[in-house]
């Protein structure tokens, strides 16, 4: 079901696209209709192919979700909060590994043939220095590690990069976000959220674009175009026809497609 709706997408996709072309084709074109449709649909075509290669570009590029980014600042500011954040980590680290030892800042995690590996967490709001990061390196030294993973809210000192090249082990740095990417969503493990940033208020005009834009308006918007493009077999088409008929299968389209106006609700589980 979900993959058929998917290709009704698409389709729909389409189908704005060529209503587009149609428009200004009919306009420059008038005496050959068949010539129109058939540029119509080439281009209409071409255009939704190179959209389609660029957003699968664009997906392997994109990161996190908003609301991923959002579940990700409040599970640092959750732990920050908590007196014993290490103990999240262990459980974490057992899901996957045997030989786990919590310290207080940091744990470490013996692999076979006497690999090991420390993770600190530094849940301080001031962000990952480079004079933190030597004080770090100072405490987890002695315990001769090959790896040491350092967890921090951000990197707010660009030195810390070059400093990386200084020490033997292999240094790896995770802000709030790549934690609860490479980490948290890797092992499927997340902490719980118990305390969480305040939203912002959501301004008037986010609104009146929620409403202008809704999913519900694509009908409207779709069927005002079809009657300005309908009319267009019978009437002399003039230049005020095309903008306003674009216009209109622009506001169809975002209205359609736009994720942003057009939240999903979460499928009942249970």
């Known amino acids: 079901m979900r993959r058929l709706s998917l290709i009704f997408q698409e389709i729909?996709?389409?189908a704005f696209l060529f209503l587009l072309f149609f428009i200004w084709l009919r306009f420059l074109i008038r005496k050959n209709f068949v010539l129109v449709i058939v540029l119509s649909a080439?281009?209409?075509?071409?255009?939704?192919?190179?959209?389609?290669?660029l957003r699968r570009r664009k997906k392997v590029k994109v990161g996190l979700k908003l609301k991923e980014k959002e579940d990700a600042e409040n599970m640092f500011l959750s732990l920050a909060c908590e007196e014993n954040y290490m103990d999240f980590f262990?459980?974490?680290?057992?899901?996957?590994?045997?030989?786990?030892?919590?310290?207080?800042?940091?744990l470490t995690i013996t692999h076979p043939e006497h690999v090991k590996t420390v993770l600190w967490a530094d849940f301080s709001f001031d962000g990952l220095t480079s004079n933190k990061l030597l004080e770090i390196y100072k405490q987890v030294k002695k315990e001769k590690?090959?790896?040491?993973?350092i967890l921090c809210?951000?990197?707010s000192d660009k030195k810390v990069f070059t400093l990386l090249g200084s020490f033997k082990e292999k240094i790896e740095i995770f802000d709030q976000y790549q934690t609860y990417e490479k980490l948290y969503k890797y092992y499927n493990v997340?902490?719980?959220?118990?305390?969480?940033?305040?939203?912002?208020?959501?301004?008037?005009?986010?609104?009146?674009?929620?409403?202008?834009?809704?999913?519900?308006?694509?009908?409207?918007?779709?069927?005002?175009a079809l009657v300005l493009i309908l009319s267009s077999l019978f009437l002399r088409t003039t230049i005020y026809y095309c903008i306003v008929?674009?216009?209109l299968v622009v506001f169809a389209i975002i209205s359609q497609f736009n994720p942003r106006?057009?939240?999903?609700?979460?499928?009942?589980?249970?």
């Open 12 to 14: 729909l996709k389409f």
């Open 42 to 53: 080439l281009l209409s075509t071409s255009i939704y192919l190179l959209f389609f290669f």
């Open 90 to 106: 262990e459980k974490l680290s057992l899901t996957k590994h045997k030989n786990v030892e919590k310290h207080k800042k940091y």
């Open 145 to 149: 590690a090959t790896k040491i993973v």
């Open 153 to 155: 809210k951000e990197v």
């Open 190 to 224: 997340f902490p719980e959220i118990s305390k969480k940033y305040p939203s912002e208020k959501k301004l008037v005009l986010k609104d009146f674009f929620a409403y202008s834009f809704n999913k519900k308006r694509t009908k409207g918007y779709l069927f005002s």
């Open 245 to 247: 008929a674009s216009i």
């Open 261 to 270: 106006f057009n939240r999903k609700d979460n499928p009942e589980i249970l």
